[in-house]
Each structure stands twice: as structure tokens, then as C-alpha cells.
């Protein structure tokens, strides 16, 4: 989850230029974006980092629809189930390399920040939950867990893009910490998932079997996992600092 947007009040002088180049090519943007001229003015607003955030989406997306093939596919071809968990680090690529570029060109936006979330909820919050799904965390309550997971990874990058400027500044202008887990860390997840894929642990086969089967709370134990990562990233006291 790369830094888009701002600098801070502790910020030194490079912080302030850069601040002031970002704060000029924020109100352009907002000028291109509320013209009533031209059916194509909000691709023309858009800046290179914003396309390669664009990719993070791309990104997260092809995950979903690979885990979907899987879904409808032959159960015991497992490609569609490894492109699924392929396009997620690839998604990692492009959410590090947005803020690079951002830094690099000194065009940053509000419109980049928003997207940067939206496309980091697609990749590491809706995607891992639709591999796991895939892989055979198919009951009703594995659904609401997972659903709980996605909606914490939602309100962890909400809380993010409110709170981080108030949040303690090194002298760049940029965070001392994340608070709580960030979103991408759920990869670690998939690579969990990608060890069960490797040993044909899904389905029927999944690690941890089901709890209370032909119930109404029938359920998955390894769903857990999800459910610690969704506390972890909405935690209020658990700091990471940033490298």
C-alpha cells in the first residue's frame, strides 16, 4: 500500500517542494476531472502512476476471474488456481512501483491516493478471499468469515487514507508506521495456499478437514487465518514500521 498523496507539518524543505508540485498538479487534475468538455477528460487527468495503480487492479481482477475458471473447470487441474495466486504478487509489483513513480515525477493526487485503496482492496482483500473460496472454503460460514476478512482489509485502507496525516512523520514527510497489518501482507496467505496447491490440499483435502459438517455452523478451521489477518489490519496498538 504505497503513500500517494502530501506531505506533513514536520515535513523539511524537499518535503515542501515536493508537496507544492503535488498540491499544482492536484488542482490541474481537479480542473480536468469537473470539466463539462470532452467525453475522454478523466483518462487525459489520470498521471502515469495512476495507470500503473490502474495494473494493481488489472491485477487483482485476473485472480478473481482465474479462480472462477477454476470454480467451473476440472477439479483436479489446479492452472487456473495457480494464475490466481501468480497475479497477486504482480499486483505487489504494481503497488510499489506507482508510489516510485509518483516520488519520481512529483505528481501525486487525490484521485491516485482513492485508487491506490480501491485497487489494493481488489488485489490482497477480495482476491485472496475468491482463492480460497475456490480451493474449498464453500460453507455458509466460511463465506461470512471471508466476508469479514475482505470488509476489514476495506476499513483498515479507509482508516488509512483519514488518519495518515496525523500519523508521526520522518523527516521525508513520510510515515514512521503503519498501524496495524497493510493490506498486502495477506499474501502471505497466498502463499500458504499456494503450499496447499502444491499438494493438492484442496476441496475435500483441505488441511484442518470441517468442523460440525451437515450443521448450520459447519465450517473450515483453516478460515481462521483469515479471520486473525482482518484483526491484525484493523488493529488500533499493533505498529509496523516502514522500512
Not at 59 to 71: D, K, N, V
Not at 87 to 116: C, T
Not at 196 to 220: M, R
Not at 225 to 234: E, H, I, Q
Request: net charge positive; hydrophobic share 45%; aromatic share 10%.
Amino acid at each position: 500500500m504505497s503513500r500517494r498523496s502530501g506531505g506533513s507539518n514536520g515535513a523539511d524543505k524537499v518535503s515542501n517542494t515536493v508537496s507544492q508540485a503535488a498540491d499544482g498538479a492536484q488542482e490541474k487534475q481537479k480542473m480536468l476531472l469537473s470539466s463539462d468538455e470532452g467525453h475522454f477528460s478523466m483518462i487525459k487527468a489520470l498521471h502515469l502512476a495512476d495507470l500503473i495503480t490502474e495494473m494493481n487492479g488489472f491485477c487483482g481482477m485476473m485472480s478473481i476471474f482465474s479462480s472462477l475458471r477454476y470454480c467451473v473447470g476440472e477439479p483436479t487441474n489446479f492452472s487456473n488456481l495457480w494464475a490466481a495466486l501468480a497475479f497477486m504478487p504482480f499486483g505487489l509489483f504494481f503497488d510499489f512501483m506507482d508510489g516510485k513513480v509518483a516520488r519520481w515525477r512529483k505528481k501525486s493526487s487525490l484521485m491516485g491516493q482513492e485508487l491506490d485503496s480501491l485497487a489494493d482492496l481488489v488485489s490482497f482483500g477480495i482476491s485472496p478471499a475468491a482463492a480460497a473460496f475456490a480451493m474449498g472454503l464453500r460453507t455458509p460460514l466460511d463465506h461470512l468469515l471471508l466476508t469479514f476478512f475482505v470488509l476489514c482489509g476495506l476499513s483498515r485502507l479507509a482508516r488509512f487514507n483519514v488518519t495518515v496525516s496525523a500519523l508521526p512523520k520522518d523527516s521525508t514527510g513520510k510515515s514512521k508506521y503503519f498501524e496495524g497489518t497493510p493490506i498486502p501482507t495477506t499474501l502471505s496467505i497466498a502463499a500458504v495456499m499456494g503450499y496447499f496447491v502444491s499438494k493438492g490440499w484442496v476441496l475435500d483435502d483441505i488441511p484442518g478437514g470441517v468442523l460440525g459438517k451437515g450443521t448450520i455452523v459447519e465450517v473450515h478451521p483453516i478460515v481462521g487465518v483469515f479471520v486473525l489477518s482482518g484483526c491484525l489490519m484493523v488493529s488500533k496498538s499493533f505498529h509496523i514500521p516502514k522500512p
